[in-house]
């Protein structure tokens, strides 16, 4: 079985542009959660989606957004980049909406010049 | 405030010396404890799932438990391949997940 699955592997942008990130969740899974790991800081939650509808956003700023496709696939898209948006950004898929073990892929590197 | 702590930060073994690695949790709702294993510059991979107090999960070297409180990795006779970072996180309401920092464990052969 296939697993979480994200693209690319690397991004490097500058300043002021705009980032967009990729993810296939496993096969059957409902729930896509988007998550970014800074250096030396552990994983904060940036958004959960559901079903094709956002169900939670952890503490970021709204030039952090994304959407979920009807195949279940998600896109993260960081607007207006700053220095401080490098990071490793990680996606994880479940297969619904409780309790359940979360999927992570393998990550997109970030880097903002 | 949900909070998620684990010790210590760092840990070095020998090859064969079992240790614990400790994640304690001040959340408002728990709906699960999880633990994961991160190879450096990958996504972490998942170990276990824990839901209540008195609850032990087994795999290969590794055995987590949890209480009220905290949960415990246990890591008996390591091997150098067991060498990563160990991750803890709690999942509250609206799955909120909240990720401890992190222990990151080396094994020396």
């Known amino acids: 079985e296939a697993g979480v699955t994200q693209s690319p592997t690397h991004l490097i942008k500058t300043r002021g542009q705009q980032a967009t990130l990729r993810c296939s969740p496993i096969?059957?899974?409902?729930?896509v959660y988007w998550y970014q790991q800074a250096l030396g800081l552990g994983l904060q939650f940036l958004l959960w989606?559901?079903?094709?509808?956002?169900?939670n956003r952890g503490n970021f700023p709204p030039r952090f957004s994304g959407r979920q496709f009807p195949n279940y696939s998600s896109e993260l898209n960081v607007n207006a980049l700053e220095l401080e948006d490098s990071a490793l950004y990680l996606c994880?898929?479940?297969?619904?909406?409780?309790?359940?073990?979360?999927?992570f892929g393998p990550g997109t590197r970030l880097t903002v010049l | 405030e949900d909070q998620v702590t684990q010790s210590p930060e760092a840990l070095r073994l020998q090859e064969g010396e079992s240790s614990s690695l400790n994640c304690s949790y001040t959340?408002?709702?728990?709906?699960?404890l999880f633990w994961y294993r991160q190879d450096p510059g990958k996504g972490p991979e998942f170990l276990f799932t824990?839901?209540?107090a008195g609850e032990e999960k087994e795999k290969e070297r590794l055995k987590a438990t949890l209480t009220k409180k905290e949960s415990f990795l246990h890591i008996t006779a390591p091997k150098p391949e067991d060498s990563a970072t160990y991750l803890c996180?709690?999942?509250?309401?609206?799955?909120?997940?909240?990720f401890g920092a992190g222990t990151r464990l080396t094994v020396k052969p």
């Open positions: 994880a898929s479940s297969p619904g909406t409780g309790g359940e073990e979360q999927f």
């Open positions: 096969s059957g899974h409902t729930s």
């Open positions: 989606y559901d079903e094709g509808e956002e169900r």
């Open positions: 959340v408002s709702g728990l709906r699960g």
């Open positions: 824990l839901y209540s």
């Open positions: 996180a709690v999942q509250i309401d609206n799955n909120d997940m909240r």
